[in-house]
């Protein structure tokens, strides 16, 4: 009998690495439920040939459209699990969705499993990187994707069982594809930071908690850490922490690669954007005008 969960997830021209996904889940998962924001090559057709149910939204940001997801596509399972299209559940998830999902208390709500990050074909072990908990599984009905544009999160209420067991996340898309989707995100990172400086009640978010979960620790360190260390010095100290002071060295050329774009590439990017959005206030207006556009 497949267990009791519904896999949802969000797609955009992702023939590539929907096939993966679909065949990771296939076997264990209930039901299967793809929200599509308007693809132009083959992922509905893929999703529908793996017996997904698919639906389809207009896409305004990650969190509105998997909440639209939550809401709209009759999920009836106990638990719901939130995929993206390129991740796969690996064989010691599976099993224990298999043999022991049915075994959880009604007092928990969530459940935290780990991420790998795979890099250029490398498994990116060091830096911080692994292992990287996170709430992806949950009970249908009593959890919501937290309202941030970027980095955003389950909330959850309830209690949260922790299992040693991973997701594989390998995009397979090229390093140009990499390079436009973190200038992309960029934006949104700056916006989002402009949107909680004007919000005093920060309504719909995760809570920034030095004792709370590991998402809540890192969202407390980013915020009242990071956040506060100067724009000229702050990309540099991430690269230092990562590649040397938590051994990111370790994962080789790949590694290197990784570490060095992420520090350098991405949060130097968004610090450099908020900084000009700060000088310029068209600059600033601009950007929120535009990233306020539902994407066509």
Request: hydrophobic share 40%; aromatic share 14%.
């Amino acid at each position: 009998m497949p267990a009791d969960i519904t896999i949802l997830i969000l797609t955009m021209n992702e023939e590539e690495n929907l096939p993966k996904a679909l065949e990771s889940v296939r076997g264990f998962a209930r039901r299967v439920v793809v929200v599509d924001s308007g693809s132009s090559d083959r992922t509905r057709e893929i999703a529908l040939e793996a017996g997904a149910d698919v639906y389809e939204n207009t896409w305004v940001n990650y969190a509105t459209q998997f909440n639209w997801g939550l809401d709209n596509t009759n999920i009836d399972t106990t638990w719901t699990f939130r995929l993206d299209a390129d991740e796969q559940v690996l064989p010691d998830l599976a099993k224990f969705l298999n043999e022991d999902l049915s075994s959880i208390g009604d007092d928990i709500d969530g459940i935290e499993i780990r991420r790998r990050m795979y890099f250029l074909g490398k498994w990116i072990k060091h830096g911080g990187i692994y292992p990287n908990y996170m709430v992806r599984i949950f009970r249908t009905s009593t959890v919501r994707c937290e309202l941030a544009l970027m980095d955003e999160h389950m909330i959850v209420h309830g209690g949260v069982h922790r299992v040693e067991a991973d997701i594989k996340d390998e995009n397979s898309k090229p390093l140009r594809w990499w390079m436009a989707k973190h200038n992309w995100y960029s934006d949104r990172e700056v916006y989002d930071i402009f949107d909680r400086e004007s919000q005093k009640g920060q309504e719909g978010l995760l809570n920034a908690r030095l004792f709370g979960t590991a998402v809540e620790r890192k969202r407390w360190f980013k915020t009242k850490v990071y956040n506060k260390v100067p724009l000229s010095w702050r990309s540099w100290l991430y690269y230092v922490s990562r590649y040397y002071l938590k051994l990111g060295f370790l994962d080789g050329q790949q590694g290197r690669i990784y570490h060095f774009l992420q520090a350098y590439c991405y949060r130097f990017l968004v610090d450099a954007k908020f900084y000009e959005a700060r000088k310029y206030p068209k600059v600033r207006d601009e950007l929120i005008d535009e990233i306020s556009k539902p994407l066509e």
